[in-house]
């Protein structure tokens, strides 16, 4: 992949607050919501922290196949990136990702069983600008 | 469902611009795409245009599960509606949706071959507004 289309795509992640996180529901739809980007590694290794009751770990506890997805409506920008979605309930990487404010949603703090992390690990991407569209395997992009 | 909670998602709706429309693929991950919202009736059915060559036509001819989200990431609303997406290539429909300006998407006119409307249809919906959660099916918020 050219270098620039690269840096294009790294700026659209690192100025995207949200992602648009997928799964595959228990009737097999596809669901999207939104989630805060936590943190990322390039284009491979994205988390996100989430309440372990929700439906959506429900969903990638019976199916990890997930995909991500990052918008600039107003520039036509648009990354997709599929792969697959690990739950991590350990302490240490629970306590890793801890930030002030969220005992907002998980009242127990670092330790509440309610609290979950997402590690997305992306295996191919389809980006798009404009009427141009890249599809790539997340190797053609590695640092 | 109660009318101020109906009115809000309509309003989420009107708002916007874009959908996030979302297929599963060959290999079965879900995939998502931007869209924009060419016209709805209520929260019911939708409708799109695209290429017909285009990869996720592929996906719904093969499995018509289907979602689109709405989202006002500033308010923290919202909305997922799942459902069954159509392929209507047919030339009444297409022209009843042709608009000036989408030759540049399809250069040969409402006739494009490479021209179909996709027509989405809801069968139930999760909307969330802050931390609270509402999950219907269609019929509880018919007009």
């Known amino acids: 992949m ?8 790294i700026k659209l992640v ?12 228990e009737a097999g739809y596809p669901n999207a919501k ?8 390039g284009l491979e290794t994205f988390w996100f922290s989430t309440n372990t009751s929700s439906i959506r770990v429900s969903h ?5 196949k997930a995909s991500i997805y990052f918008l600039d409506s107003e520039g036509f920008h648009g990354l997709m990136l599929t792969g697959e979605m690990e739950i991590c309930s350990d302490a240490e990487t ?17 330790t509440d ?3 979950s992390i997402l ?5 191919k991407g389809n980006y798009y600008h404009g009427l141009r569209k890249y ?8 640092e």
Chains 1, 2 share one sequence.
Not at 34 to 41: I, L, P, S
Not at 60 to 64: E, G, L, P, R
């Open 94 to 110: 629970k306590l890793a990702f801890w930030k002030p404010g969220d005992e907002k949603y998980y009242s127990k703090g670092p």
């Open 119 to 123: 590690k997305f690990t992306a295996v």
């Open 60 to 64: 990638w506890t019976k199916n990890s």
């Open 135 to 142: 599809l790539f395997k997340i190797d053609e992009v590695k």
């Open 34 to 41: 939104a989630m805060f980007r936590v943190k990322n590694e």
């Open 14 to 25: 690192e100025n995207s607050r949200d992602a648009i996180v997928s799964s595959i529901d």
């Open 113 to 115: 069983p309610d609290y």
């Open 2 to 9: 050219e270098k620039e289309v690269r840096d294009s795509i």
